[in-house]
């Protein structure tokens, strides 16, 4: 059991090893070219969200894939000012639908046009944009390891408020698009671009409100504008 506990962490070391830094300190990032729009969902500022993976939908040797990007949007909590503590609460047998509880599962939502294959499934007691409970869907198609991570990093970035940059230059930010179905970029985690939209996610939060999103996932409809993005320094 040591040995096995001890793998996986290994392995989540080696994963977040792969973020890349997108954008050199005190670069700016373009909307739409390096940094995708926000306005989609949120965690309430300082919450800490209990994740949990439903265990009959993953094998053993997949969960650190799945864990990596938790660990890696975790470990920049406070750059990008939201304040939120992402939990690896364990194992369960069905979704949860507790106060700021995140599921991650399998579930059929590929989209082949669009190249669709994961889903953020948000619910607010409120009817507002700040998530109460949600659920990261991946399609069982979707099997390469570094595919999962990917896309849990992608799906992250909806909880943070990012929409998807689907003309955003490779690896400029984690909100981009599947190539093809089980393609990796290498990505288990933001980018300089990303910590930095969701910083002015966050502040834009502190100021209003908005209602609930209209659609579960906001990949069909990328916003991009001309707003120059300054990245802060870490």
């Known amino acids: 059991m040591k040995r096995l ?3 996986l962490i290994l392995l989540t070391i080696f994963l977040a090893a792969l973020v890349p830094t997108a954008a050199q300190s ?11 729009a926000f306005g989609f969902w949120n965690w309430s500022l300082h919450s800490t969200v209990r994740v949990y993976i439903l265990i009959a939908d993953f094998q053993s040797d997949e969960v650190p894939y799945l864990l990596a990007p938790v660990h890696n949007w975790n470990s920049v909590s406070e750059a990008t000012g939201s304040g939120v503590k992402l939990l690896y609460a364990g194992s369960t047998s ?11 599962m399998r579930g059929h939502v590929f989209d ?13 007691a409120r009817q507002d944009q700040v998530i109460t409970y949600a659920s990261i869907v ?6 390469n390891p570094k595919a ?16 998807d940059c689907f003309n955003c230059k490779e690896k400029s930010t984690v909100m981009n698009q599947f190539k093809f179905l089980n393609g990796s970029n290498d990505m288990a985690g933001p980018t300089a671009c990303d910590i930095a939209q969701v ?7 502190a100021r209003r409100v908005r209602p609930s999103p209209q659609t ?6 990328p916003i991009d504008d001309d707003t120059p993005i300054v990245v802060p320094r870490p």
């Open 148 to 163: 999962l991570a990917y896309a849990v990093a992608h799906e992250l970035g909806h909880n943070f408020g990012l929409l």
């Open 26 to 36: 005190g670069a700016s990032c373009k909307v739409g070219l390096e940094a995708p």
């Open 5 to 7: 506990v001890s793998a």
């Open 112 to 124: 082949k046009t669009g190249r669709h294959a994961t889903e953020l499934r948000a619910y607010s």
């Open 216 to 221: 579960e996932d906001a990949g069909e409809e």
């Open 94 to 104: 069905s979704p949860l639908l507790c106060e700021n509880c995140l599921t991650i």
């Open 199 to 205: 910083k002015a996610a966050y502040k834009e939060l």
């Open 138 to 143: 991946i399609d069982p198609a979707l099997t």
